[in-house]
């Protein structure tokens, strides 16, 4: 993290120039906070039931078509993309404590 970013939450949401969106880490509990806690949470929990789905897709002792191929791994792509900026967000803002603490 660059010194700039310092003090900056990354949103789970792109910006209006579709570049990743900061806001102030300084209100935990602020609106924006908030909304992207909640954001985050369901992004999770949609991978989670997204692995789950492509589980059962793959138990089936049939092949899957092409289509149903290119449709779970385009969702698998935006599942793992999502949960991704989850984790770089939440490690920005990790604090580098001793070891105590």
């Known amino acids: 993290m660059t010194d700039a970013m310092a003090g900056l939450r990354l949103l789970p949401w792109d910006g209006p120039n579709g570049k990743p969106a900061y806001t ?8 924006i906070a908030r909304l992207a806690d909640r ?17 059962q897709m793959l ?3 049939e092949p899957l078509t ?3 191929s290119r449709f779970v ?10 949960t991704l900026r989850v984790a770089e967000s939440r490690g920005m803002r990790l604090t580098t404590g001793s070891a105590d603490e």
């Open 24 to 31: 102030p880490d300084d209100n935990p509990e602020g609106m």
């Open 39 to 55: 954001m985050e949470r369901e992004q999770l929990t949609a991978a989670s039931e997204l692995l789950e789905l492509a589980r």
């Open 59 to 61: 138990a089936v002792t």
């Open 66 to 68: 092409p289509d149903q």
């Open 73 to 82: 791994v385009a969702r698998l792509r935006d599942a793992l993309s999502n």
